[in-house]
């Protein structure tokens, strides 16, 4: 039998030296000591008297020092994880602590090693922004629609378990059951950054409890997701372009219908930069009940849209020039959940689970991290 402190060393000393030095790169990576001067330097300009005098630019400001206490609070807590570990480690030489407890110890600074590698990896200006995500169900009545809501509360899960707050902007419920589109702004941090992996198609395919045959069938849901932008962002929209309709918004079952036009339908023309072609977008709001509050929402719709239109044509450039990198098409199949034979695959990554369950109450973590370890910049 292996003696207890042989035990230790035989498990994690190894994984101990790996953890280390990853905090020691990403302390370079992430340039903490001049994150920590440069804090110091911007919380000096916040107390200056005449700070608020410009709103504007002084909410620019309160947000870069947000930006850079998040990073460096994010690395202090790996580093004292990693301490943790160490500590565990060295006691357990000693039998004050138990393998046990320094496995639970190397747990938790792996994952806190792996989440800030993650979020290393977002260093776009758009990856800091918070998300709009819209469902559309495909062809396929009931059975596609039923499938969109399982998105959307899939979503509306893993939102939950990450903090972020989440508003429906628009629903629009199915016939018979489900939806046929939502529209859910996610806000927290870098909630664009991890949610833009989700853009594309997503492939059902299931015994449909909607045929009386009990067939297989496959159903279709579009996703798409932009980052949501402030006023911090110049983006040119043409007022002449935009048009806008009106209609009475209700709520969830039809229930509590507004008797006044509270919902707005905007129409926006434009030439699209993508295809150099006339387009149009049209945006529904039907979050509040004041229907000037409601077009200031799909305005702000409107212009993340725009944003995303840009930064997609900044993309294809970039991929031209990088044509050795994985072409990823906007609107392609990117992931299929098969639930007959308990399977979910991403054919990106081909990263896959037989925890269907645990993917469809929200564990999308993996799934994004795949994406973000193979596609990013």
Same mark, same amino acid.
């Given at each position: 039998m292996w003696k207890f402190e042989n035990l230790c060393d035989?498990?994690?000393?190894?994984?101990?030296?790996?953890?280390?030095?990853?905090?020691?790169?990403? =302390?370079?990576?992430?340039?903490i000591d001049e994150k920590r001067?440069?804090?110091?330097?911007?919380?000096?300009?916040?107390?200056?008297?005449?700070?608020?005098?410009?709103?504007?630019?002084?909410?620019?400001?309160?947000?870069k020092v947000k930006t850079l206490k998040n990073w460096l609070e994010g690395f202090e807590q790996v580093k004292a994880t990693a301490d943790e570990l160490q500590l565990a480690f060295d006691y357990c030489k000693e039998e004050i602590v138990?393998?046990?407890?320094?496995?639970?110890?190397y747990e938790k600074a792996l994952n806190a090693v792996e989440?800030?590698?993650?979020?290393?990896?977002?260093?776009?200006?758009?990856?800091q922004m918070p998300a709009v995500l819209k469902i559309v169900a495909g062809a396929g009545g009931t059975e596609a629609q039923d499938w969109a809501d399982m998105l959307f509360r899939m979503y509306m899960r893993y939102c939950e378990k990450h903090g972020y707050k989440t508003s429906i902007q628009n629903l629009q419920e199915g016939e018979e059951a489900g939806i046929k589109t939502v529209t859910i702004n996610v806000e927290g941090d870098m909630a664009?950054?991890?949610?833009?992996?989700?853009? =594309?198609?997503?492939?059902?395919?299931?015994?449909?409890?909607?045929?009386?045959?009990?067939?297989?069938m496959t159903s279709f849901s579009s996703v798409f997701v932009v980052p949501l932008i402030d006023d911090s962002i110049d983006i040119e929209v043409n007022p002449a372009g935009i048009?806008?309709?009106?209609?009475?918004?209700?709520?969830? =079952? =039809?229930?509590?219908?507004?008797?006044?036009?509270?919902?707005?339908?905007?129409?926006?023309?434009?030439?699209?930069?993508?295809?150099?072609?006339d387009d149009e977008i049209v945006i529904e709001n039907t979050?509040?009940?004041?229907?000037?509050?409601?077009?200031?929402?799909?305005l702000r719709l409107l212009r993340s849209q725009l944003y995303e239109l840009e930064l997609e044509k900044r993309r294809q450039a970039q991929a031209k020039v990088e044509a050795g990198k994985k072409k990823i098409e906007w609107g392609s199949q990117i992931r299929s959940y098969v639930f007959d034979d308990r399977r979910v695959k991403d054919h990106r990554t081909n990263y896959q689970t037989s925890n269907v369950n645990a993917v469809m109450d929200g564990d999308l973590d993996e799934f994004i991290k795949a994406y973000l370890m193979e596609f990013h910049d």
């Open positions: 035989m498990i994690t000393i190894e994984q101990l030296k790996d953890i280390n030095n990853r905090v020691e790169k990403l =302390g370079q990576y992430l340039n001067m440069q804090l110091a330097e911007e919380e000096i300009r916040t107390q200056d008297p005449d700070f608020w005098q410009d709103a504007a630019n002084a909410e620019k400001q309160l947000k138990t393998e046990q407890e320094v496995d639970t110890a989440s800030l590698e993650m979020k290393n990896m977002l260093s776009r200006e758009e990856d664009y950054g991890y949610l833009k992996s989700e853009n =594309g198609v997503h492939r059902l395919v299931r015994v449909s409890p909607y045929n009386a045959q009990g067939k297989r048009s806008w309709d009106t209609f009475r918004s209700s709520g969830a =079952g =039809g229930q509590n219908v507004n008797k006044v036009e509270s919902g707005v339908r905007l129409h926006y023309k434009f030439k699209n930069p993508l295809t150099e072609q979050e509040t009940r004041d229907q000037p509050k409601n077009r200031e929402n799909a």
